[in-house]
Protein backbone atom coordinates (compact mmCIF):
# COMPACT_ATOMS: atom_id res chain seq x y z
CA UNK A 1 0.00 0.00 0.00
CA UNK A 2 1.82 2.96 -1.67
CA UNK A 3 1.30 6.17 0.75
CA UNK A 4 0.78 8.39 -2.33
CA UNK A 5 -2.55 7.25 -3.90
CA UNK A 6 -2.18 6.82 -8.31
CA UNK A 7 -4.67 5.17 -10.79
CA UNK A 8 -3.72 1.51 -11.80
CA UNK A 9 -4.45 2.55 -15.44
CA UNK A 10 -5.61 5.02 -17.50
CA UNK A 11 -5.74 5.11 -21.45
CA UNK A 12 -6.80 7.68 -24.48
CA UNK A 13 -6.80 7.54 -28.46
CA UNK A 14 -3.79 9.31 -29.60
CA UNK A 15 -4.31 12.79 -29.82
CA UNK A 16 -5.89 13.08 -27.21
CA UNK A 17 -5.13 14.32 -23.54
CA UNK A 18 -4.98 12.23 -20.46
CA UNK A 19 -4.71 13.23 -16.72
CA UNK A 20 -2.99 10.98 -13.98
CA UNK A 21 -3.78 11.87 -9.87
CA UNK A 22 -1.63 11.69 -7.36
CA UNK A 23 -3.48 11.70 -3.99
CA UNK A 24 -1.51 12.32 -0.72
CA UNK A 25 -1.93 13.91 2.52
CA UNK A 26 -1.20 17.20 4.42
CA UNK A 27 2.30 15.25 5.28
CA UNK A 28 3.61 14.96 2.13
CA UNK A 29 1.94 16.43 -0.93
CA UNK A 30 0.49 19.19 1.13
CA UNK A 31 3.75 20.54 2.47
CA UNK A 32 6.48 19.33 -0.11
CA UNK A 33 6.99 19.68 -3.55
CA UNK A 34 6.30 16.88 -6.23
CA UNK A 35 7.58 15.50 -8.76
CA UNK A 36 6.63 12.90 -11.49
CA UNK A 37 8.50 10.13 -13.74
CA UNK A 38 8.27 8.14 -16.82
CA UNK A 39 9.91 4.64 -17.01
CA UNK A 40 9.66 2.40 -19.82
CA UNK A 41 9.72 -1.55 -19.33
CA UNK A 42 12.98 -2.83 -18.70
CA UNK A 43 14.58 0.94 -18.46
CA UNK A 44 15.57 3.18 -15.78
CA UNK A 45 12.89 5.86 -14.51
CA UNK A 46 13.36 9.23 -16.31
CA UNK A 47 12.28 13.25 -14.43
CA UNK A 48 9.56 14.69 -16.10
CA UNK A 49 8.27 17.38 -13.63
CA UNK A 50 10.43 18.67 -10.60
CA UNK A 51 8.84 21.13 -8.15
CA UNK A 52 5.08 20.03 -8.77
CA UNK A 53 5.25 22.11 -12.32
CA UNK A 54 8.65 22.32 -14.04
CA UNK A 55 10.07 20.43 -16.72
CA UNK A 56 13.44 19.75 -17.03
CA UNK A 57 15.81 20.75 -20.03
CA UNK A 58 14.37 18.47 -22.84
CA UNK A 59 10.98 17.41 -21.63
CA UNK A 60 8.50 18.28 -24.15
CA UNK A 61 5.79 20.75 -22.94
CA UNK A 62 3.60 17.83 -23.88
CA UNK A 63 3.85 17.14 -20.14
CA UNK A 64 2.57 19.06 -17.16
CA UNK A 65 2.44 19.51 -13.53
CA UNK A 66 -0.10 20.99 -11.22
CA UNK A 67 -0.48 20.59 -7.37
CA UNK A 68 -3.51 21.53 -5.11
CA UNK A 69 -3.46 20.89 -1.31
CA UNK A 70 -3.10 17.58 -0.93
CA UNK A 71 -3.03 16.29 -4.46
CA UNK A 72 -1.30 16.23 -7.97
CA UNK A 73 -1.91 16.06 -11.24
CA UNK A 74 0.11 14.99 -14.27
CA UNK A 75 -1.40 15.49 -17.84
CA UNK A 76 0.04 14.13 -21.39
CA UNK A 77 -1.56 16.29 -24.25
CA UNK A 78 -1.16 14.84 -27.56
CA UNK A 79 -1.03 11.06 -27.02
CA UNK A 80 1.19 9.16 -28.71
CA UNK A 81 2.18 5.52 -28.24
CA UNK A 82 5.63 6.20 -27.97
CA UNK A 83 4.25 7.92 -24.49
CA UNK A 84 2.98 3.96 -23.14
CA UNK A 85 4.90 3.92 -20.28
CA UNK A 86 4.34 3.79 -15.90
CA UNK A 87 4.40 7.09 -14.89
CA UNK A 88 5.46 7.96 -10.88
CA UNK A 89 4.55 10.47 -8.67
CA UNK A 90 7.03 11.34 -5.73
CA UNK A 91 7.61 13.59 -2.46
CA UNK A 92 8.76 14.10 0.91
CA UNK A 93 7.23 12.97 4.12
CA UNK A 94 8.06 15.11 6.79
CA UNK A 95 6.20 12.77 9.37
CA UNK A 96 7.85 9.47 7.94
CA UNK A 97 11.33 11.73 7.12
CA UNK A 98 11.24 9.31 4.09
CA UNK A 99 10.40 9.89 0.20
CA UNK A 100 7.27 8.13 -0.64
CA UNK A 101 6.14 7.22 -4.40
CA UNK A 102 3.03 6.86 -5.89
CA UNK A 103 2.15 3.00 -6.37
CA UNK A 104 2.46 4.22 -10.71
CA UNK A 105 -0.18 4.37 -13.18
CA UNK A 106 0.03 2.80 -16.95
CA UNK A 107 -0.82 4.79 -19.60
CA UNK A 108 -2.48 3.24 -22.42
CA UNK A 109 -3.01 4.44 -26.04
CA UNK A 110 -5.82 2.78 -27.54
CA UNK B 1 27.49 13.94 -19.62
CA UNK B 2 25.57 12.51 -16.58
CA UNK B 3 26.46 8.87 -15.89
CA UNK B 4 25.67 6.70 -12.47
CA UNK B 5 27.02 2.96 -12.92
CA UNK B 6 25.89 0.84 -10.47
CA UNK B 7 28.15 -2.45 -9.52
CA UNK B 8 27.68 -5.16 -6.65
CA UNK B 9 24.63 -6.84 -7.35
CA UNK B 10 24.04 -10.60 -7.14
CA UNK B 11 22.37 -13.53 -5.63
CA UNK B 12 22.74 -14.08 -2.14
CA UNK B 13 20.80 -16.08 0.95
CA UNK B 14 18.77 -14.87 3.44
CA UNK B 15 20.88 -13.09 6.36
CA UNK B 16 23.74 -12.40 4.00
CA UNK B 17 25.62 -9.29 3.12
CA UNK B 18 26.15 -7.57 0.03
CA UNK B 19 27.66 -3.95 -0.43
CA UNK B 20 26.38 -2.02 -3.91
CA UNK B 21 28.24 0.73 -4.98
CA UNK B 22 27.85 3.35 -7.81
CA UNK B 23 30.52 5.11 -9.81
CA UNK B 24 29.36 9.04 -10.88
CA UNK B 25 30.86 10.79 -13.71
CA UNK B 26 30.00 14.86 -15.12
CA UNK B 27 28.76 16.48 -12.58
CA UNK B 28 30.55 17.69 -9.34
CA UNK B 29 29.42 14.80 -6.66
CA UNK B 30 30.30 16.49 -3.73
CA UNK B 31 27.99 18.96 -4.63
CA UNK B 32 24.63 16.76 -4.55
CA UNK B 33 22.43 14.23 -2.42
CA UNK B 34 22.16 10.94 -3.48
CA UNK B 35 19.74 8.25 -2.75
CA UNK B 36 19.20 4.63 -3.83
CA UNK B 37 15.61 3.78 -4.85
CA UNK B 38 14.62 0.00 -5.72
CA UNK B 39 12.19 -1.74 -7.77
CA UNK B 40 10.64 -5.43 -6.78
CA UNK B 41 10.17 -7.79 -10.13
CA UNK B 42 7.00 -6.10 -11.15
CA UNK B 43 6.30 -3.64 -8.61
CA UNK B 44 6.81 0.21 -8.43
CA UNK B 45 9.47 2.47 -7.11
CA UNK B 46 10.44 2.03 -3.76
CA UNK B 47 12.91 4.67 -1.83
CA UNK B 48 15.73 3.00 0.09
CA UNK B 49 18.16 6.11 1.65
CA UNK B 50 19.66 9.45 1.19
CA UNK B 51 22.79 11.28 1.76
CA UNK B 52 23.70 14.75 1.95
CA UNK B 53 26.72 15.87 0.62
CA UNK B 54 28.84 15.27 3.87
CA UNK B 55 30.80 11.88 3.96
CA UNK B 56 30.86 11.05 7.57
CA UNK B 57 28.60 13.28 9.25
CA UNK B 58 26.09 14.31 6.96
CA UNK B 59 22.78 13.40 7.40
CA UNK B 60 21.00 9.89 6.25
CA UNK B 61 18.02 8.63 6.03
CA UNK B 62 16.22 5.64 5.53
CA UNK B 63 12.72 4.08 5.02
CA UNK B 64 11.43 2.22 7.89
CA UNK B 65 11.96 -1.60 6.05
CA UNK B 66 15.72 -1.21 5.96
CA UNK B 67 16.96 0.66 9.05
CA UNK B 68 19.25 -0.68 11.17
CA UNK B 69 20.05 -3.33 8.45
CA UNK B 70 21.59 -0.93 5.32
CA UNK B 71 23.66 1.89 5.33
CA UNK B 72 24.25 4.15 3.29
CA UNK B 73 28.07 6.18 2.41
CA UNK B 74 29.88 7.91 0.23
CA UNK B 75 33.66 8.95 -1.08
CA UNK B 76 33.42 12.06 -2.64
CA UNK B 77 37.27 12.13 -3.47
CA UNK B 78 37.05 8.94 -5.53
CA UNK B 79 33.24 9.47 -7.08
CA UNK B 80 31.23 6.77 -5.40
CA UNK B 81 28.36 6.29 -3.68
CA UNK B 82 27.73 2.93 -1.53
CA UNK B 83 24.93 0.46 0.04
CA UNK B 84 26.04 -1.85 2.82
CA UNK B 85 23.22 -4.60 3.08
CA UNK B 86 23.54 -6.65 5.91
CA UNK B 87 20.81 -9.06 7.06
CA UNK B 88 18.85 -9.20 3.58
CA UNK B 89 15.64 -10.76 3.32
CA UNK B 90 13.49 -12.24 0.32
CA UNK B 91 11.38 -9.10 0.24
CA UNK B 92 14.90 -7.22 -0.85
CA UNK B 93 15.07 -8.56 -3.97
CA UNK B 94 14.70 -5.68 -6.50
CA UNK B 95 16.67 -3.72 -8.78
CA UNK B 96 18.56 -1.12 -7.32
CA UNK B 97 18.87 2.29 -8.49
CA UNK B 98 21.18 4.79 -7.70
CA UNK B 99 20.12 8.34 -8.24
CA UNK B 100 21.67 11.89 -8.19
CA UNK B 101 18.89 14.12 -5.78
CA UNK B 102 17.54 13.14 -2.15
CA UNK B 103 14.12 14.06 -2.74
CA UNK B 104 13.66 14.91 -5.97
CA UNK B 105 15.38 12.75 -8.82
CA UNK B 106 16.92 13.91 -11.57
CA UNK B 107 19.40 11.18 -12.65
CA UNK B 108 19.35 7.86 -12.45
CA UNK B 109 21.85 4.59 -13.17
CA UNK B 110 20.35 1.75 -15.45
CA UNK B 111 20.11 -0.56 -11.61
CA UNK B 112 21.59 -3.08 -10.18
CA UNK B 113 19.85 -7.03 -9.58
CA UNK B 114 20.07 -8.03 -6.25
CA UNK B 115 18.50 -11.58 -5.48
CA UNK B 116 18.11 -12.79 -2.38
CA UNK B 117 16.72 -16.64 -2.18
CA UNK B 118 17.61 -19.92 -0.36
Known amino acids: QSVLTQPPSVSAAPGQRVTISCSGSISNIGSNSVSWYQQFPGTAPKLLIYDNDKRPSGIPDQFSGSKSDTSATLGITGLQTGDEADYYCGTWDSNLSSAVFGGGTKVTVL | EVELVESGGGVVQPGESLRLSCTVS????????MSWVRQAPGKGLEWVANIDQAEDVGEKNYVDSVRGRFTISRDNAKNLLYLQMRSLRVEDTAVYFC?????????WGQGALVTVSS
Open chain 2, 99 to 107: VRGGVQFWH
Open chain 2, 26 to 33: GFTFGSFW
